[in-house]
T-cell receptor, first 116, second 114 residues
């Protein structure tokens, strides 16, 4: 089955700096790669996702890149703010009928701390 | 707004008890999932279901079972609770439509087995 590895496990940056979180996956059938943010005491929520027909996607200060050949994808947060402090999870799954297990496999999470 | 609701926020149960965790979604989603969240281990899939009465094992199904009698409801059952099942349990649901497969999570149930 799918295996997703995520690094680093913790990341501390100064406000205004950039943060990068990296994930690798193992199953070449995976073609959907979402990122979830979980604030303390709250449920995980989708912040951005990418599908394997594109290499990069941006939404304001966050961006995700995908290298399907190398089976890795990354989350980039620019101009970090204290409210970006949270745990971030990457995930992978196939989309479409007959393409494997229809469930997200998550990485182990990255705790991002933005210091004011 | 999609709503996924778990029946309890906190539960304390004794070792050996049978425990039911309930999850209801209101968006007619085909897929429903149960994950377990532990520090440093991320979210691990216990079971999932893509249709009524259908279920598939995830990565850590041992000690758990599930029930999906209605499309909107997915129950996780701990047949005989053990202390190593103390954890945060998260339910999620999604469509299975390419391009529209975002998973929506419930608020979580923190289960303590004593």
């Amino acid at each position: 089955g799918e295996n997703v590895e995520q690094h680093p496990s913790t990341l501390s940056v100064q406000e205004g700096d950039s943060a990068v979180i990296k994930c690798t996956y193992s199953d070449s059938a995976s073609n959907y790669f979402p990122w979830y943010k979980q604030e303390l005491g709250k449920r995980p929520q989708l912040i951005i996702d990418i599908r394997s027909n594109v290499g990069e996607k941006k939404d304001q200060r966050i961006a995700v890149t995908l290298n399907k050949t190398a089976k890795h994808f990354s989350l980039h947060i620019t101009e970090t703010q204290p409210e970006d402090s949270a745990v971030y999870f990457c995930a992978a799954s196939p989309e479409g009928l007959g393409t494997g297990r229809r469930a997200l496999t998550f990485g182990s999470g990255t705790r991002l701390q933005v210091q004011p | 707004d999609v709503k996924v609701t778990q029946s309890s926020r906190y539960l304390v149960k004794r070792t050996g008890e049978k425990v039911f965790l309930e999850c209801v979604q209101d968006m007619d989603h085909e897929n429903m999932f149960w994950y377990r969240q532990d520090p440093g281990l991320g979210l691990r899939l216990i079971y999932f279901s893509y249709d009524v009465k259908m279920k598939e094992k995830g990565d850590i199904p041992e000690g758990y079972s599930v029930s999906r009698e209605k499309k909107e409801r997915f129950s996780l059952i701990l047949e005989s609770a053990s202390t190593n099942q103390t954890s945060m349990y998260l339910c999620a649901s999604s469509l299975f439509r390419p391009g529209d497969t975002e998973a929506f999570f419930g608020q979580g149930t923190r289960l303590t087995v004593v």
